[in-house]
């Protein structure tokens, strides 16, 4: 018994690790990406679009099974005639099975599948945009978050020398205005690090909406932002973004589809062929199946039928289909054009980054090493507070100037993968 009783207690401890560290594990960038996609509406809407192209296709596959219709007629006449008799009714069963249309059914029924293909590289494209704001959203917030770590560093260091000041000031070493000075400075990095906090609970507020879950700072992972990342050159993105963009690809179907137009459009040219078998019941009577005057009849029919003039419009939907693909191409050379030069520019952003986080690095073991000689001159009177203070915001500016620059490699390499679609889950 006293066995069983330490098994359980072992049990229910393991338990209750295991369910500690499964609800300790942060969240990734994947995972809020993936959160974000299951939870966002409009990625839900355009999903709905894409199903309704589905049935649109399963409908338009249709049309190459028979139609099967019923129909029953009641007449009344003025007076019998040798023909027909004062009251009479009819109904009949048809079974019609289209033989040939100029391949229209076949048409149609590929422009469903292209415009499904169509629905789908928008939800794509739509997935694809998410990434970026989840990405960005979860920067901002870890940009935030070093930012207000500085603004405590900043503000504790004031504090300190306020204090410091003051104690001096009380023995008669400081003079009142140093005092002052220190004082107004520690208010005032105490209002920059209220807005900091402020900054970064925003951030957050922003991720919430994004991706569609209650977050807090401690559920989030920023493994992802240890190392700047590595650029790679313009031929190879383009390579990339060229195969893999759903707006260069729908596109490119939109290409597809004007054909297809265009064909569906000539189907007019040609005879439409139908086999009919229709079963027909006939009485004098308002029931067509009264016994006593019931007649029937079963006939088989071949209808060929071919328009011959319809005011130009066969005509007129092939130059609007010819002129749908000339749209398009211009569409997709403006496209590409586009998302040439964005790529270029952001070469170039990652270049200037990568520059200044060199600056920036180089410039916080400089701020450091003044406020020392700073710090060491005041102590012996040669430096005023003023020196000292300046020194702070020196190494405040130097570590914000660090933290910019490092978001600004991390957000063009986002901004690099969303255009060449280099995200997980797409």
């Known amino acids: 018994m006293h066995s069983f009783i330490k098994k359980s207690v072992l049990s229910a401890f393991l338990i209750f690790v295991m369910s500690f560290s499964v609800q300790a594990e942060k969240l990734s960038l994947e995972d809020l990406y993936k959160a974000a996609v299951n939870n966002r509406d409009i990625v839900k809407s355009y999903a709905a679009a894409k199903n309704q192209a589905d049935l649109e296709k399963k409908i338009q596959k249709g049309d190459f099974y028979p139609s099967l219709d019923a129909e029953y007629k009641a007449n009344k006449l003025d007076e019998s005639s040798m023909f027909e008799n004062e009251e009479n009714s009819e109904f009949a069963l048809s079974l019609t099975q289209n033989l040939f249309s100029g391949f229209k059914n076949k048409k149609e029924y590929e422009i469903s599948k292209l415009d499904y293909s169509l629905s789908e590289y928008e939800l794509q494209q739509i997935k694809q945009d998410i990434s970026l704001q989840v990405a960005s959203a979860v920067l901002n917030v870890y940009q935030a978050d070093a930012k207000k770590l500085v603004a405590e560093d ?55 909406r994004i991706t569609g879950r209650d977050l807090k700072f401690e559920d989030i992972g920023f493994n992802v932002f240890k190392d700047m990342p590595a650029f790679s050159d313009f031929e190879n993105y383009k390579k990339t973004m060229l195969k893999k963009r759903a707006d260069i690809l729908s596109l490119k179907t939109s290409l597809d589809r004007a054909d297809a137009s265009k064909d569906l459009a000539k189907a ?133 100037n660090e933290i910019n620059a490092e978001a600004g490699i991390l957000l063009t390499w986002f901004k690099i993968r969303r255009l060449t679609v280099d995200y997980p889950g797409i």
């Open 154 to 208: 900043a503000y504790d260091s004031y504090k300190t020398k306020y204090e410091n000041t003051k104690l001096q000031y009380s023995v008669g070493v400081a003079k009142k205005r140093d005092l002052l000075t220190m004082k107004v400075e520690k208010d005032d990095a105490a209002q920059n690090l209220r807005r900091a906090e402020n900054e970064l609970e925003k951030a957050l507020n922003s991720l919430k």
């Open 268 to 400: 007019a040219y040609y005879p439409k062929v139908d086999l009919v078998l229709a079963q027909r019941f006939y009485s004098d009577e308002y029931n067509a199946f009264d016994s006593d005057t019931e007649e029937d009849e079963t006939r088989i029919q071949l209808k060929v039928g071919i328009n011959l003039f319809d005011g130009m419009k066969k005509y007129r939907r092939i130059d609007q289909a010819d002129m749908e693909k000339k749209k398009t191409y211009h569409q997709l050379d403006e496209l590409k054009s586009e998302l040439f030069t964005e790529l270029e520019n952001l070469i170039l952003d990652a270049e200037t980054a990568i520059k200044n986080l060199e600056v920036a690095r180089s410039g916080i073991k400089e701020a450091e090493e003044n406020l020392r000689i700073t710090e060491l001159a005041f102590d012996k009177g040669v430096a005023t507070a003023s020196d000292v203070l300046d020194s702070i915001y020196y190494l405040s500016r130097a570590r914000n």
